[in-house]
T-cell receptor
Framework: SAVISQKPSRDICQRGTSLTIQCQVD?????MFWYRQQPGQSLTLIAT?????????ESGFVIDKFPISRPNLTFSTLTVSNMSPEDSSIYLC??????????????FGPGTRLTVL | DAKTTQPTSMDCAEGRAANLPCNHS???????VYWYRQIHSQGPQYIIH???NNETNEMASLIITEDRKSSTLILPHATLRDTAVYYC????????????FGSGTRLLVRP
């Protein structure tokens, strides 16, 4: 398995500001992902964080709003920029290892609960 | 990836088997069925996955129909800690590793 930590666990921010969320894994992983879970909703994939290159964003998400960094195989950050109340959500990172015969599953972090006033 | 349909909510008694259905009638031959669950205030947790054969692990069993258009996740002896939202996801096991979550089934295990 993989142990994932996220910082901060929660935050309350003012509109127009930005927040950077950190995701740290206890082992090297091939793939890292960022998800958003709006109140009472399911998870929506934001982007795949690629090590050493630009992230790959899903439809409806753009780099200017959600810049992502992935400097190495154990760490990634997601920034929520120029926040509005609609950005109030739980943001989760997840990781997957190259299966190569290993059980093909993703491990999720505990999430960052963001409230924008 | 194929779309899945799950009941919005279900309940079962503690100690009994919980059978959670999922329809995936448009599944392709190279798409796997995955199940994850999300306990309140936690990140999702992998349960099990399969292609066409039934699968069993320490958490659950996965029964996939012969035509692969539907499946059932079975928790053999549900406990209160199994109360969660259960997501059935169909995806190709390719290098993208992307998971597309549907709305899931909210399972309530009653004492």
């Amino acid at each position: 398995s993989a142990v994932i930590s996220q910082k901060p666990s929660r935050d309350i921010c003012q509109r127009g500001t930005s927040l950077t969320i950190q995701c740290q894994v206890d082992s090297q992983v091939t793939m890292m992902f960022w998800y958003r879970q709006q109140p009472g909703q399911s998870l929506t994939l934001i982007a795949t964080a690629n090590q050493g290159s630009e992230a790959t964003y899903e439809s409806g998400f753009v780099i200017d709003k959600f810049p992502i960094s992935r400097p190495n195989l154990t760490f990634s950050t997601l920034t929520v920029s120029n926040m509005s109340p609609e950005d109030s959500s739980i943001y989760l990172c997840s990781v997957a290892r190259d299966s190569s015969g290993i059980k093909d599953e993703q491990f999720f972090g505990p999430g960052t609960r963001l409230t924008v006033l | 990836d194929a779309k899945t349909t799950q009941p919005t909510s279900m309940d079962c008694a503690e100690g009994r088997a919980a059978n959670l259905p999922c329809n995936h009638s448009t599944i392709s031959g190279n798409e796997y069925v995955y199940w994850y669950r999300q306990i309140h205030s936690q990140g999702p947790q992998y349960i099990i996955h399969g292609l066409k054969n039934n699968e069993t692990n320490e958490m659950a069993s996965l029964i996939i129909t012969e035509d692969r258009k539907s499946s059932t996740l079975i928790l053999p002896h549900a406990t209160l800690r199994d109360t969660a939202v259960y997501y059935c996801i169909v995806r190709v096991t390719d290098s993208s590793y992307k998971l597309i979550f549907g709305s899931g089934t909210r399972l309530l295990v009653r004492p």
